[in-house]
C-alpha cells in the first residue's frame, strides 16, 4: 500500500519542480531585464546632467541596457537549457 502511495507522489513531486523550474527563471529574466534597463537609463541621465546633452545619453543608456538584458537573458537560457538536458 505504502508503495502504491509513493509512486503517485513521484509525478506530483516532478510537476511542482518543473513549475518552481519555470517560475525562477521567469524571475531571473524579468529581473535581469529590469536591472539593466534601470541602470542604464540612470547612468545615462548622470551623464546628461554631467556633460549637458540631455537626453541622448539617456537614451543611450536605456539602448545599452536592453542589448545587455538580452545577451544576459539568452546566456541565462543557454545555461537552463543545457541543465535541463
Do not use: H
Not at 502504491?4 to 513531486?13: G, L, M, T, Y
Not at 519542480?17 to 529574466?29: F, R, Y
Not at 546633452?53 to 545599452?64: I, K, Q, R, S
Amino acid at each position: 500500500m505504502a508503495e502504491k502511495k509513493d509512486r503517485e507522489q513521484e509525478p506530483n513531486k516532478q510537476s511542482q519542480g518543473l513549475a518552481l523550474q519555470a517560475l525562477s527563471l521567469a524571475t531571473a529574466i524579468g529581473t535581469e531585464l529590469a536591472v539593466t534597463v534601470v541602470s542604464g537609463y540612470y547612468c545615462g541621465q548622470f551623464l546628461d546632467r554631467r556633460f549637458a546633452t540631455e537626453p541622448w545619453l539617456m537614451l543611450a543608456g536605456v539602448v545599452a541596457g536592453i542589448a545587455v538584458g538580452i545577451a544576459g537573458i539568452c546566456k541565462t537560457l543557454q545555461v537552463f537549457l543545457v541543465e535541463r538536458k
